[in-house]
């Protein structure tokens, strides 16, 4: 947890946005083992592998990001575009767990 330290905790609690919640995302974490998260555009691995350790009190292997475009939609003649995001997929250590039901509470 020494990560945590480089960082200022009032920004690592802002660096995790939700978890998301899918079918996608549901069978990468059946799969390979990992969480995935919506984070700030600007949120770098440290940061968001500082922000689970925090947060989760777990401790984190990996940390993998993708950035996502917004897509574009329209309404009527007029053409815009959703916000782009961040995703981080999050490899917790082998006996390590994030269960969200119970941290709700």
Do not use: C, Y
């Not at 945590?4 to 660096?15: D, Q, T």
């Not at 995935?36 to 922000?51: C, G, N, Q, R, Y």
């Amino acid at each position: 947890m020494s990560a945590a330290i480089k960082f200022s905790e009032e920004r690592l609690m802002k660096v995790l946005l939700a978890p998301v919640i899918s079918e996608k995302a549901t069978f990468v974490a059946e799969k390979n083992e990992q969480i995935v998260f919506k984070v700030l555009p600007d949120a770098t691995k440290p940061e968001i592998k500082a922000a689970v350790e925090l947060l989760f009190k777990v401790e984190v292997e990996s940390v993998q990001t993708a950035n996502r475009e917004g897509k574009q939609k329209r309404s009527g003649r007029f053409t815009g575009r959703r916000n782009h995001t961040k995703r981080a997929f999050v490899a917790l250590k082998p006996g390590q767990e994030i269960n969200f039901v119970e941290e709700a509470k």
